[in-house]
């Protein structure tokens, strides 16, 4: 009996150090409370995680690689973090009709841009590579 109390008792703190907080994109995510620190999430918008992708960018990047330009940043929602990347202008798939039916298709990826995996709930880079 005693050990049913304190599993219960252990439910009933967890789910009373989690919140739902409402998300970009209408979701919602819960981030657990950890003991000294504020509860996140730290990094809730788009634009927060833009604004630490641009930090970050700006202090490890060669002036090389940035003469590059990319000056496109891409922010994307998976949920429990933002995946940010860097892309070139014309980057992506371009579709030009022929006047003989056909379609003419470029593709455009790749490039070496800088990309960042940002954690919504801590605001910890959980990946950070440049693109092949």
């Not at 050990?3 to 009373?16: M, N, R, T, Y």
């Not at 496109?72 to 022929?98: C, F, H, M, N």
């Amino acid at each position: 009996m005693m050990g049913k109390a304190l599993i219960l008792a252990g439910a009933l703190l967890a789910s009373s150090s989690a919140e739902a907080v409402p998300a970009v994109g209408g979701g919602s995510i819960t981030c657990e409370k950890a003991d000294g620190m504020i509860r996140g999430p730290y990094v809730a918008s788009e634009t927060a995680a833009r604004g630490i992708f641009k930090t970050i960018a700006a202090a490890i990047e060669s002036r090389a690689h940035r003469k590059k330009g990319y000056p496109i940043v891409v922010v994307v929602d998976d949920g429990k973090s933002w995946a940010v990347y860097e892309q070139q202008r014309g980057a992506g798939t371009k579709v030009t009709p022929l006047p003989n039916g056909w379609e003419k298709v470029m593709v455009t990826a790749g490039g070496g841009g800088l990309t960042l995996e940002i954690d919504k709930c801590t605001g910890a880079i959980t990946e950070a590579y440049y693109d092949r």
